[in-house]
């Protein structure tokens, strides 16, 4: 019974997915829908991103330095540990969990409020594709969500440098050496290609638990934590996929 | 003119609608009432289109609504006007926005020309000084306005109002009643409205429909519902004290 419940909600899922590109809203209207969502996805966690990045960057310098207590290992591993967990785990994957959380509850809960009061049956009745009008947009806005990743990768190995160096565990040159070794470009690749799947999920799992969402203000809360906990779940599970398969 | 045969609509072993067959005319206000639980949104709901009945036909002017493909009952829609219970005006935007919403999405008219439509239609629902207001910042009675704004600013050929009295007191309702009767016989439209308010009946109830656990019971006039003897009938309407004091005073006169 719970394995068709989950069974009809990824069928439904996708089904949603097909009705988004369906009968798309007139240009002029979506124009102002998309940097609407580019404002409230994009440019208002940009805060959050930068100051977690930042300081989560420096903690992971630290706690590597405090781990390397044999001296025969190099200081500048301290830098290469930064730039490996940031670029590759830290960004990509813990930002787009934290976003799941910023970004997901507040599209569930948007939606899910519509929702509640009636606005999609009045879209619906008007004759415009509910879906498209209200997912559609989140979609293309988070086309940049690369771009927030490659500021949190930026800020994670400046947190790193700046906790290295001026908590006196290291030396510039020894982090910026150690950033620089065995760099593999594709690495850089393979945190982006993450993120636009990221993204996609980001976007739509959470519009999916607010535009079916059923009850009223209540459930509108409910609807936004399990949003959180499925996209938290699939980002996680597609991390795993992702990384077994261009990786591994 | 929109014509109901023999609608059945079951949500599980629950039958809602037990084989509804009536016509709403144009250019009247034409009123489904009953209880709560007697299938009135329902039916409403699937003139809207958003639930598909069972079985039976929908028409509107000949069209079959279960004969018409998504971009057809999308086509249609856009003849539609709806004022939902609560409203349903859109949070994030300014009631000129609210009202402008089907004319962006659906015309091909100017920014210049939308405006002047716009201000056209707000000034006949009597707002004032409302333009650049949000929904929350406006009260029941003015948001219904918006509401009624919104759904006869492209011109509808229909339109549907589910429960517009309820949050309003009785003042303010009288006054949404005949606004809402005045654009119907103003603009010729078919107009139904889903209510349980006798007050609505009385003033505005050109057509009244009348339900009772899925079955029609009653139709009529606002004349005809007092004459009546449709036990159904007379013991909904009767259930307000109001009309018992005016059945009463009516008989006297009969008398």
């Known amino acids: 019974m719970i394995l068709l419940r989950y069974l009809t909600h990824i069928g439904r899922y996708f089904l949603m997915i097909r009705e988004v590109f369906v009968k798309p809203t007139k240009w002029s209207v979506m124009r102002g829908l998309i940097f609407k969502e580019i404002d409230d996805l994009v440019i208002d966690s940009l805060g959050i991103v930068c100051f977690i990045s930042f300081f989560v960057g420096g903690v992971v310098s630290i706690q590597t330095a405090l781990n390397l207590t044999n001296p025969l290992i190099p200081k500048y591993l301290i830098g290469f540990a930064t730039r490996q967990s940031v670029i590759l785990e830290f960004a990509p994957t813990f930002i787009s969990i934290i976003m799941a959380g910023k970004m997901g509850s507040f599209i569930t809960s948007s939606i899910g409020t519509m929702r509640v009061t009636e606005q999609i049956d009045a879209l619906e009745v008007m004759g415009v594709n509910s879906l498209n009008y209200l997912v559609f947009p989140k979609m293309v806005a988070l086309i940049l969500y690369p771009f927030v990743i490659g500021i949190s990768m930026f800020l994670g190995i400046l947190g790193g440098w700046m906790g290295g160096v001026y908590g006196g565990f290291t030396t510039s040159a020894q982090f910026i050496q150690g950033i620089q070794t065995e760099f593999i470009p594709f690495h850089i690749a393979y945190a982006f290609i993450k993120t636009i799947m990221f993204a996609f999920l980001l976007a739509t799992i959470p519009s999916y638990h607010g535009y079916y969402m059923k009850g009223g203000a209540l459930e509108v809360g409910k609807a936004s934590t399990v949003s959180f906990v499925w996209t938290s779940v699939v980002v996680i599970l597609s991390n795993y996929i992702l990384t077994q398969l261009l990786l591994a | ?255």
């Open chain 2, 1 to 255: 003119m929109i014509e109901v045969r023999n609608v059945e609509k079951s949500f599980g072993t629950a039958k809602v609608l037990k084989g509804i067959t009536t016509t709403f005319d144009t250019g009247k206000t034409n009123l489904i009432i009953g209880q709560s639980g007697s299938g009135k949104t329902v039916l409403l709901k699937s003139l809207l289109g958003i639930h598909t009945p069972d079985s039976g036909i929908i028409s509107f002017d000949g069209r079959v609504l279960s004969q018409m493909d998504s971009d057809e009952r999308r086509e249609l829609r856009t003849e539609i006007g709806m004022v939902f219970q609560g409203s349903a005006l859109f949070d994030s935007m300014t009631v000129e926005e609210n009202v402008a919403f089907p004319l962006k999405m659906f015309t091909q008219k100017t920014p210049a020309e939308i405006k002047e439509r716009v201000d056209f239609v707000i000034d006949r629902v009597n707002l004032v000084n409302a333009h650049h207001k949000k929904p929350s910042e406006l009260s029941g009675g003015m948001q219904k306005r918006v509401a009624i704004a919104r759904a006869i600013v492209n011109n509808p050929r229909y339109l549907f109002c589910d429960e517009p009295n309820s949050g309003l007191d009785p003042k303010t309702s009288i006054v949404i009643d005949n606004l809402i009767h005045e654009i119907t016989v103003e603009y010729n439209i078919t107009t139904v409205i889903n209510t349980h308010d006798m007050n609505s009946v009385m003033e505005i109830g050109d057509k009244i429909v009348f339900l009772k656990e899925g079955i029609l019971a009653w139709e009529g006039t606002k004349k005809d519902i007092f004459k009546t003897d449709n036990e159904a009938v007379t013991d909904f309407v009767y259930s307000s004290n109001l009309f018992k004091k005016i059945r009463k005073s009516q008989n006297k006169e009969d008398i």
